[in-house]
């Protein structure tokens, strides 16, 4: 035993001198978190709203490039809104398995991370497939051995940027710069993005660039001279030209939502609303010395309806068919009243929450942002989602009447025509001259399976009165 404990001695002497003494674990590893040592997927986790699969919009990032937390990764398209992929770790990209376009399930791997240093158990489950994510006993039982593979063969990773002659091949193959609206214009003209010299910040690809692009191609393909097509001859027969066009993740969600709806039978109710008061109470808040505001319709419908609730919560509901023997009216509080809005890639549906809250002036600023992000394919998830009853304004485009579509998970839904004016007979004078009204078309759509068509009426009618006498509609808000 003295042998051994003076050779024990020695040897430690020995290790210290030399610096070769280190313990394996030290303090640092002692916490809960899984040190890496091999490159691991980033996986496309759920973004909640039902979504199944995303377009690759954009690529932020290339092969060897580092990333740090919370930068970005690429920018995804769903069938409801563009949505950045963002890093939560350190790390460095070793491989990409998507390209600019293409489509991804969720669940599927984005792309390889090698991942610099430990990880918390919750980021580890984002990077693992859920088939290797329970691990195995040996594994979790052998930490030591795990930090000493990381020390004794560390990766090496090669940090030089990338040289300046791939800046034509990495932008072909991660995608360029532009917007939703821009790629959709894009695929209508038929033109390829990496053919589109951008104009914009960054590089990134405007609707002038593409117009510019087109206009240029057609001239030098355009014939020197033209001849008119031979007109064919009467009773021949012409092979009709068809093109096979995809949807788009906005039609395509439009196309499910719609196909559902089907299911819904529906009764529309309609009626004339003389708007003449509306419209003179508009123009004085426009004109006001105080504090002039420019207020569309919208906002005092929205808050009618959302008065209008109050007495009917009926049409706040909605059906739950959880079991479908004995269905369920499920009634809601907060009034969420979604705006349907035209964009360059598809109708989309957000909502105002809790419109009790709101005043006119903030359901007016409300309006525009959710309009503005519309418009730019940027809204949230939570801008599409918890809606309650829907407004549709086709009257901003063009029409009179409307038979709207009542959308699954509702059991009403209000359109609106175009105001205009009319010569209508006075009544105050008793005498029938004629005046002039302005007046507007309300179309409700509702489902028969709950809604009966008296109690439509009723409500048709409340909104109506708070319409025609503006007035009323202050005696009502809280």
Known sequence: MSVIRRYSTNLHRYCSRQNLWKPAINRSH?????P?????????????????????????????????QFDKICEVQSDKAAVDITSRFDGVIKKLHYQADDMVQVGKALCDVDVQGDISAEDEAVITPPGEQAGSADTAQQPQKAVAQHVEQPEKVDHTPPNRSREGETAKEHGHLATPAVRGLLKELDVDISEVTGTGRDGRVLKE???????????EHQPQEQYPPPRPQPGAEQAQAEETIKLNPTQSQMFK???????????????????????????????????????????????????????????????????????????????????????????????????????????????????????????????LAGGTITISNIGSIGGTYVSPVIVQ????????????TVPAFGEEDGEGELVRKEVMNFSWSADHRVVDGATMARMAQRVKGFIQEPATMLAEMR
């Not at 117009?211 to 240029?216: E, S, V, Y």
């Open 36 to 68: 890496l040592a091999a490159i691991k997927p980033y996986i496309l986790a759920d973004i909640g709203e039902g979504i199944k699969e995303v377009q690759i919009i954009q690529w932020f990032v290339e092969p060897e490039a580092r990333i740090e």
């Open 409 to 420: 998970g509702e059991v009403v839904i209000l359109g609106l025509g175009r105001a205009r």
């Open 257 to 383: 939502t719609m196909t559902r709806s089907l299911s819904i039978p529906h009764f529309v109710y309609a009626d004339e609303i003389d708007v003449t008061a509306l419209s003179s109470l508009r123009q004085r808040l426009k004109t006001s010395k105080h504090s002039p505001q420019k207020i569309s319709y919208m906002p005092f419908i929205i808050k009618a309806v959302s008065l209008a609730l109050n007495e009917h919560p009926l049409f706040n509901a909605r059906i739950d068919l959880s079991d479908p023997q004995t269905p369920n009216l499920v009634l809601r509080r907060t009034h969420n009243i979604g705006i349907a809005i035209d964009t360059p890639h598809g109708l989309v549906v957000p909502n105002i929450k809790d419109i009790h809250a709101h005043s006119l002036a903030s359901l007016a600023t409300e309006l525009s942002r959710l309009q503005r992000l519309a418009q730019t394919g940027k809204l949230a998830p939570a801008d």
């Open 209 to 219: 660039d593409v117009h510019k692009f087109t206009a240029t191609r057609d001239a």
């Open 30 to 34: 002692f916490h809960t978190s899984a």
